[in-house]
């Protein structure tokens, strides 16, 4: 069946612009998570969704960066006014909650570029 | 969630095990040990969780020690496939769903 996918694969933006990253989770999975990981640095979680509302937004680093999921679905990363710090690889991952260890698949992730 | 403990780096030879190893030491009763690897390019890849019992599936065994203290995961015959960056996590399981918070991890190297 079909995994985690995200769009675009790779984004190239310049500085201060506005970009939206796309996740689509496994069909019936409940919960979503946004993770990135920065060059050199390991894996950091931003925000996790169940449905569609964000119980934990604890790991967005700052208030440009916002997402949304509509329909129980289809998630989107918005980073405001980019800077070159936001330049990392942005993952998505969803897991059903019907199991309490909720496995999470990953999406491939977005290669995000602020030059 | 607990902190864990990786070694940076390990080699290991083709078609030998691969036995990994993660510390603890402050893993509370409710937590569970989970283990995800990274391939090169790619999302992290669930591989196992366990509590307390030692576990088992079609990709490796997890071993925890009676204490719980530590716990070791065994890619029984390592291939070149296996070559990726392992993450020892530990978090309690719950329905409500629930971050994972990567440390290091260890990276590994398979070689021929």
């Known amino acids: 069946g079909a995994g985690v996918s995200q769009s675009p694969s790779n984004k190239v933006t310049e500085k201060g612009k506005d970009v939206e990253l796309r996740c689509d989770p496994i069909?019936?999975?409940?919960?979503l998570y946004w993770y990135r990981q920065s060059l050199g640095q390991g894996l950091e979680f931003l925000i996790y969704f169940q449905g569609n509302s964000a119980p934990d937004k604890s790991g967005l680093p700052s208030d440009r960066f916002s997402a949304e999921r509509t329909g129980g679905s289809v998630s989107t990363l918005t980073i405001q006014r980019t800077q070159q710090e936001d330049s990392a690889v942005y993952l998505c991952?969803?897991?059903?909650?019907?199991?309490?260890?909720?496995?999470?698949?990953f999406g491939p992730g977005t290669r995000l570029t602020v030059l | 969630d607990a902190k864990t403990t990786q070694p940076p780096s390990m080699d290991c030879a083709e078609g030998r095990a691969a036995n990994l190893p993660c510390n603890h030491s402050?893993?509370?009763?409710?937590?569970?040990v989970y283990w995800y690897r990274q391939i090169h390019s790619q999302g992290p890849q669930y591989i196992i969780h366990g509590l307390k019992n030692n576990e088992t599936n079609e990709m490796a065994s997890l071993i925890i020690t009676e204490d719980r203290k530590s716990s070791t995961l065994i890619l029984p015959h390592a291939t070149l496939r296996d070559t990726a960056v392992y993450y020892c996590i530990v978090r309690k399981a719950s329905t409500a769903g629930n971050k994972l918070t990567f440390g290091g991890g260890t990276r590994v190297l398979v070689k021929p």
């Open positions: 069909s019936g999975h409940t919960a």
């Open positions: 991952a969803s897991s059903s909650l019907v199991l309490s260890y909720n496995e999470q698949f």
């Open positions: 402050t893993i509370s009763g409710n937590e569970y």
